[in-house]
């Protein structure tokens, strides 16, 4: 027994450790998951923490509301004006009636104008049903940014956080506001805000210019017919009794239903308000003047867009100062309009209009009645648009301003490829006709000629010949840092361009290299406005001073204006005073396209850039004046144009030009092979190049060549010196011959003047070798050099039938030889036909000479 007890005690120690020990582990795995549970939920909490932090950092107070739409003399926040820039003239107002101001109207039925109750309940019943219960804020369509379920949230994001991008983050921030203002200003409040600043279509904001609009009476007297019409436009504000009017009063006729089955409205009356018809105040709709400048407001209200949204520019508070010179808008509009009816063959507009004056005449017998045309002045240094016009039909201007085929507009961005790598206005290029190639506008060939006459008579051969040198793909991307965005429709063509980026681009080379603008949305272009002031004239857009976007060294810029600016460049195919010349310095680049639906001409002086464009909508025939004889009669139009407006632009600036930047040289250079000159060329001009691009090689366009004026042949050194001919030829390129040939260009001969022996003189002969011998080695020369007054003899070889340059043996002589060694000629290293002339020299000064042909092995 006493050994089975301590057996016993054993095995319960044993169980009662176990059980301690499987304690001990479950409160470890307790106290492990509360730990973990802990972290996690203090993980949890920091996130939640941050998350709210990051949701709410920079969160608006929501006392803008009170300040915006709390006016102290009951008048609303007044429509959005487009100044020009003195901020003097007003463009454009974002109003039914510039003249009527907003007028805040309060709920509250003790005062004598006050919102009609049956516009709330309208307004609840489309709008947010649940609006006198919820918390101002719904979770509803959380997942979708753009919806704002309620009506505190849609105050919220319209006046609020209408800056914001739409995102999960801005809809919960909305969401969090709409409580706040819900909790602060209460329901009541909310509800007399929304109805006072709610747009009703027609930029009319706030039931008071709603009701005033649309049925000509106050908010207060509104019918319950009216009253629904009114809330369901709020929803949709296009669909407006004036733009819709069936649409507005059927809308209008659903949300009467819609109160009936709510029990907001009893049966009776809603079929009093059914049956009735209001009278919609259509004949009273916008009656707004002409606006002076409709097609700039659009560029402005684009640019603005960029920055702010449009929706917060028609809520109104805000000033536009634009960078529109009032003065010159009208003259470049009145202007246009009357080119535009000359053009069309009408009858001109009767306005006093002094650039009109300055018009040079149309193109003689040509008329297009379906063509349109438009304009734009831009300040180059500043970045800025002084004037633009929109499209001109047959006189009248409209809004319109779209893209328009570049045709040859952008061919300077093609040169200018060559010059970056190497060419030179100088350079030599071949206008001539080849297999698969364009014909030029003029539809002639002109052969030879400098890069600079290419470009500046607008010929197309040598533009496709550069391009197919440069590569397309290089000529786009010199042209993007122009802000020009290259996608060709044909392999003759360079896409389509506004006349903004067009201005914009050429710019550039009036200021040396240098884009001054703005970063517009993803661009950077020239500006259409200085500045954007709120309510309280606190800035919230400064773009009065430019940016400055390096884009070409002045060097290369150079050499591109100095080309657009060569008048007698141009001659060629313009002829002397022409449209492009106006009395100062001026950059002018012409295009065109080869079906003649478009004609631009963009010029610079070094304070302004003018583009004009002229379209053509009908097909032209091919008969006409368009089509055949000179250049491009179609660019003469909008040249025309040009000039008027550069001259207006111009008037009270002082003439100036460009200087010459450092890194351009000077050189003498013949013409057009842009090379040295030499004594056969027989034209030479002064051209310019980068530095250490000058030529280094003397012309080899031009040769001088012997021939038998009797054979026409080339001569040799048996022909007589009495028929013996130097005539001065181009020398063609195999791939030119042809063209060469149909202009009846001289072509040098190819073929040698026959050879005949000539006779042996006693006194002056060669009898070793003999004429047409093979010689090799050291070549022994025998003859005879003596007769009457010998003073000296001379022997000299010069390579071919008629050597130009000679070689003399040895010295001159003056010891008589008969029959004997005259000298010893070394013809190691040489091969070929040779020619070995003995001179001799008698006292009185007179020279006899003979000559054999050898061909040297």
């Not at 739409?166 to 200003?185: D, N, V």
Request: hydrophobic letters at 40%.
């Amino acid at each position: 027994m006493q050994k089975i007890l301590p057996i016993l005690r054993a095995r319960r120690e044993r169980r009662l450790a176990k059980q301690r020990i499987s304690s001990s582990r479950a409160r470890g795995a307790l106290l492990g998951f509360g730990m973990t549970f802990s972290l996690l939920l203090a993980v949890l909490i920091l996130l939640g923490a941050f998350t709210y932090a990051d949701v709410t950092r920079d969160l608006p107070s929501v006392e803008i509301l009170p300040r915006l739409l709390n006016p102290p003399d009951g008048l609303l926040l007044q429509p959005t004006r487009i100044y020009d820039r003195t901020g003097e003239q007003t463009l454009f107002t974002f109003a039914p009636d510039e003249n009527v101001p907003r007028r805040y109207i309060p709920i509250n039925k003790q005062n004598p104008q006050h919102i009609s109750a049956h516009l709330i309940d309208s307004v609840i019943a489309v709008t947010d049903l649940h609006f006198w219960s919820h918390s101002g804020f719904s979770l509803q369509g959380l997942e979708n940014p753009e919806l704002h379920p309620t009506i505190a949230q849609k105050l919220v994001s319209d006046l609020i956080l209408y800056n914001e991008e739409p995102s999960t983050r801005r809809a919960i921030r909305e969401r969090i506001l709409a409580a706040q203002i819900t909790a602060q200003f209460g329901r009541e409040k909310i509800m007399e805000w929304y109805l006072n600043s709610v747009h009703f279509g027609n930029y009319a904001f706030g039931v008071d210019a709603a009701a005033g609009l649309y049925f000509g009476k106050s908010a207060d007297q509104l019918t319950l017919t009216e009253s629904a019409i009114l809330a369901s436009t709020s929803e949709t504000p296009a669909l407006n009794p004036l733009d819709a009017p069936q649409v507005a009063l059927q809308r209008g006729r659903e949300v009467l239903h819609i109160l009936n089955g709510l029990g907001i409205v009893d049966d009776e009356t809603t079929g009093f308000a059914l049956a009735e018809t209001p009278t919609m105040a259509v004949t009273n709709s916008l009656s707004m003047p002409p606006q002076p400048a409709s097609a700039f407001v659009n560029l402005v209200l684009a640019q603005v867009g960029s920055q702010i949204p449009r929706d917060r520019i028609e809520r109104g508070g805000l000033n536009l100062i634009s960078t529109l010179d009032y003065e010159l808008q009208n003259q470049v509009v009145c202007t246009t309009e009357v080119y535009a009816a000359r053009m069309a063959g009408l009858a001109e507009p009767n306005v006093d209009c002094k650039s009109a004056r300055l018009l040079p005449s149309l193109p003689p017998a040509v008329t297009l009645a379906d063509s349109s045309a438009s304009a734009l002045v831009l300040d180059p240094t500043h970045g800025q648009v002084l004037a633009l016009v929109g499209e001109t039909v047959q006189g009248v201007e409209t809004p319109l301003v779209t893209e328009h085929k570049a045709g040859s507009s952008l061919d300077a961005f093609v040169y200018l490829t060559g010059f970056t790598r190497g060419l030179s206005p100088a350079s030599l290029t071949w206008d001539i006709p080849e297999e698969g190639s364009i014909q030029n506008f003029d539809g002639e060939f002109h052969g030879p000629m400098r890069l600079r006459i290419a470009l500046a008579n607008d010929y197309q051969v040598p533009v496709e010949t550069l391009k197919t040198q440069m590569g397309f793909e290089n000529v786009t991307s010199i042209a993007s840092s122009f802000g020009l965005d290259l996608h060709p429709d044909s392999s003759a063509d360079l896409g389509q361009v506004n006349m903004l980026n067009l201005a914009g681009a050429y710019g550039v080379f009036g200021t040396q290299g240098v884009y001054f603008g703005q970063n517009i949305g993803n661009d950077f272009s020239p500006a259409a406005v200085l500045r954007v002031e709120g309510a309280d004239h606190a800035p919230l857009l400064d773009w009065t001073l430019p940016q400055a976007k390096p884009v070409l060294t002045p060097a290369l810029a150079y050499l591109v204006t100095n080309v657009l600016s060569d008048e007698p460049a141009r001659w060629t195919s313009l002829g002397r005073s022409n449209a492009l010349e106006i009395g100062r310095p001026a950059g002018v680049k012409v295009g065109q396209t080869f079906d003649g639906s478009d004609a631009w001409v963009v010029g610079f002086t070094p304070s302004h850039v003018v583009v004009t464009w002229t379209g053509v909508h009908d097909d032209i025939p091919l008969s006409s004046p368009l089509q055949v004889g000179q250049w491009g009669v179609l660019p003469r139009f909008p040249a025309v144009l040009w000039n008027a407006l550069i001259q207006t632009a111009s008037a009270d600036i002082p003439v100036e030009g460009w200087t010459m930047p450092q890194g351009i040289s000077n050189v003498t250079v013949c013409d057009p092979s842009g090379m040295l000159p030499t004594k056969e060329c027989p034209n030479l001009v002064s051209e310019i190049f980068l530095n250490g691009s000058e030529p280094v090689q003397a012309d080899n366009l031009y040769r001088e060549f012997g021939v038998n004026r009797e054979t026409g042949l080339l001569a040799t050194v048996f022909t007589p010196p009495e028929l013996l001919e130097k005539k001065i030829y181009m020398i063609i390129p195999e791939s030119a011959r042809d063209w060469a040939l149909s202009s009846g260009l001289e072509i040098p001969p190819t073929s040698y003047d026959a050879i005949q022996s000539p006779p042996v003189k006693p006194a002056i002969n060669i009898t070793s070798p003999e004429l047409f011998a093979e010689v090799s080695d050291v070549v022994k020369i025998i003859g005879t050099a003596s007769g009457e007054n010998f003073s000296y003899y001379r022997v000299q070889v010069g390579r071919g039938l008629n050597p130009q340059t000679w070689m003399q043996i040895g010295g001159d002589v003056i010891t008589p030889v008969e029959s004997g060694l005259l000298a010893e000629w070394d013809t190691k290293n040489l091969s070929g036909l040779y020619a070995v002339q003995l001179q001799v020299v008698r006292t009185d000064q007179i020279v006899d000479s003979t000559v054999i042909q050898v061909t040297v092995r």
